[in-house]
């Protein structure tokens, strides 16, 4: 039976509104990844503070909230402490304020010690116990309009989004750091677009009707070979481009790690929207919904390929 004109032209319409968007989109995220590492964090820490208000607009929908000054303030906390944290970052800004201006560089350099400090890991774990406290004393003398279950979103939203969004700005600061982030790109992005174009050609067999009824056993394993051999392919581009000493079957695990748990991260937030009682986390990007939306599959991928070259590579 044809389908009525009509729908046919609202999802041609939908799908070029998401082509356009994807490619806008692409072309800011290439030029981010080429950016400094300090344009890095300040986009890691925009895109982690719009996630966490859509996830407290998502579970608000089911009148439950997220304490919002503890999420923010763990938010900056985290996202900051991810580079910041780091001492032979601070000494390499160091060398490199000195080369600036003399009226500036001054000004710098007396600056430098206090944002490390801020922002170091005593810190963080002081103002976790501080957000911990508040949370508490919110829940003891504000129970009837602070409730357990906003105490748990809460924690939940600060470890779902900024804490795994930090495990990105360390990969960047490592040697060669420039070339490694685009593990975390080419790995989520990878899988969900042959994820995606596997399931809807070939997929027959439903893998979660009741949290994402377009989800494939098919599309899922097309998912996991897209990473793989995308990420086999960085694994032989980057050694040409800059003196990596990475071996290439490491490119390999990552992508077979990497096609898995940006699956997981995909069906994680569609398990949130799907007991949130909503579509999309919100309308940010045309054809693509939230932050939160695009976001998903990076969130659970970032720290994969943190640990895993910290963990196998030695860098």
């Not at 996630?51 to 998502?58: I, K, L, P």
């Not at 909230?65 to 991810?82: G, R, W």
């Amino acid at each position: 039976m044809p389908m009525p004109a009509g729908i046919a032209g609202s999802e041609e319409y939908d799908m070029a509104v998401r082509v356009i968007s994807g490619i806008i989109g692409a072309i800011f995220l290439i030029l981010v990844l080429l950016a400094p590492p300090s344009v890095i964090l300040i986009v890691i820490l925009a895109a982690s503070l719009l996630a966490v208000f859509e996830f407290r607009q998502a579970v608000q929908s089911v009148h439950r909230t997220v304490d919002p000054f503890s999420a923010v303030l763990m938010t900056v906390m985290l996202v900051i402490n991810s580079r910041f944290g780091n001492p032979a970052v601070i000494a390499e800004l160091s060398e490199t304020i000195a080369e600036w201006p003399p009226s500036i560089s001054s000004f710098a350099q007396s600056i430098l010690p206090l944002a490390a400090f801020v922002f170091s890991s005593g810190s963080v774990r002081v103002v976790a116990f501080m957000c911990m406290v508040w949370l508490f004393g919110r829940l003891i003398f504000q129970n009837d309009r602070f409730h357990l279950d906003d105490l748990t979103m809460t924690f939940t939203a600060v470890l779902y989004i900024p804490f795994l969004m930090s495990f990105i700005a360390p990969i960047r600061s490592m040697e060669h750091g420039a070339a490694l982030i685009w593990c975390v790109i080419v790995g989520s992005v990878m899988t969900d677009t042959t994820a995606y174009f596997v399931g809807v050609n070939l997929g027959r067999h439903k893998l979660l009707p009741a949290i994402s009824p377009k989800k494939t056993v098919e599309g899922a394993i097309g998912g996991v070979l897209g990473s793989m051999v995308s990420m086999g392919v960085l694994g032989l581009l980057v050694p040409a481009v800059v003196r990596v000493d990475v071996p290439w079957v490491h490119f390999l695990m990552m992508g077979l790690l990497c096609g898995i748990v940006s699956q997981v991260g995909d069906w994680s937030a569609s398990a949130i929207k799907r007991s949130s009682g909503i579509k999309d986390f919100g309308k940010l990007i045309p054809g693509h919904g939230g932050m939160l939306d695009r976001i998903d599959s990076i969130l659970f991928v970032g720290p994969v390929v943190y640990l895993y070259l910290r963990t196998f590579t030695g860098l």
